[in-house]
């Protein structure tokens, strides 16, 4: 099965075109976050959703942890994708498709420690994805993606071998290490941000490197 790839903080209609010229099959949009790179308004992401083409998936990626705050973030955009960067804190999954409809619900996962495993697989039962990242929620200062970190990816095989449905691995990836991840954890899809960026800006000949490393 070929694995599909988003590329993460996409920050304006032109990286979005670099971006699907290359090959991905998603893009990333960062809303409001508490740290972390490419954060862009809501209306570039409403702009970025309506430029890209309907076999490219448009990823809302949102801090809001309530349900009803959630799906009001999405009405402002029109993203396909909703990335969901933290745990639920109040209101359910169900909630939210009933105010988005047929949107796709995707749930971070940030693997710490076998806890995260566990976390994983309760939460497949409710949404469309998981993504595993390498962030860390219990911070001060939560880090909810972009740390360029790479995580445990023995914990992510674990989930992707018991999750009944699709998971994506992000967390530190990069040209050079893609065949790897690929190998290793067997992910449906990876997401990255920083690999293939130069002085923070998408980087065509990285972007070329990257697919070629996953797709050689």
């Known amino acids: 099965m070929r694995t599909r790839i988003k590329i993460c903080c996409i920050s304006s209609v032109e990286e979005a075109q670099t971006a699907i010229s290359a090959g991905a099959d998603a893009l990333g949009l960062v809303g409001p976050m508490p740290s972390g790179p490419g954060i862009?308004?809501?209306?570039?992401?409403?702009?970025?959703?309506?430029?890209?083409?309907?076999?490219?998936?448009?990823?809302?990626?949102?801090?809001?942890?309530?349900?009803?705050?959630?799906?009001?973030?999405?009405?402002?955009?029109?993203?396909n994708t909703i990335q969901i960067v933290d745990a639920?804190?109040?209101?359910?999954?169900s909630v939210i498709r009933e105010r988005v409809g047929p949107v796709k619900l995707v749930q971070v996962i940030h693997v710490?420690?076998?806890?995260?495993?566990?976390?994983?697989?309760?939460?497949?039962?409710?949404?469309?994805?998981l993504l595993l990242d390498s962030g860390n929620p219990n911070l001060q200062v939560k880090e909810l993606g972009g740390t360029?970190?790479?995580?445990?990816?023995?914990?992510?095989?674990?989930?992707?071998?018991?999750?009944?449905?699709?998971?994506?691995?992000?967390?530190?990836?990069?040209?050079?290490n893609a065949r790897e991840a690929i190998e290793t954890v067997q992910p449906f899809?990876?997401?990255?941000?920083?690999?293939?960026?130069?002085?923070g800006k998408l980087d065509p000949w990285k972007l070329e490197q990257f697919f070629r490393a996953v797709y050689s």
């Open 112 to 129: 710490l420690d076998e806890d995260s495993v566990e976390e994983a697989l309760r939460t497949a039962a409710h949404v469309d994805a």
């Open 88 to 93: 639920l804190q109040s209101g359910a999954y």
């Open 189 to 199: 899809g990876l997401d990255l941000c920083s690999g293939v960026r130069t002085d």
């Open 40 to 79: 862009i308004t809501n209306e570039l992401i409403a702009e970025i959703a309506r430029f890209a083409p309907p076999a490219v998936s448009t990823f809302l990626l949102t801090s809001e942890t309530d349900a009803l705050a959630i799906a009001d973030h999405h009405q402002k955009v029109h993203t």
């Open 148 to 176: 360029g970190r790479v995580h445990n990816w023995m914990l992510s095989r674990r989930i992707v071998e018991a999750s009944p449905v699709p998971v994506f691995l992000a967390g530190g990836l990069h040209p050079g």
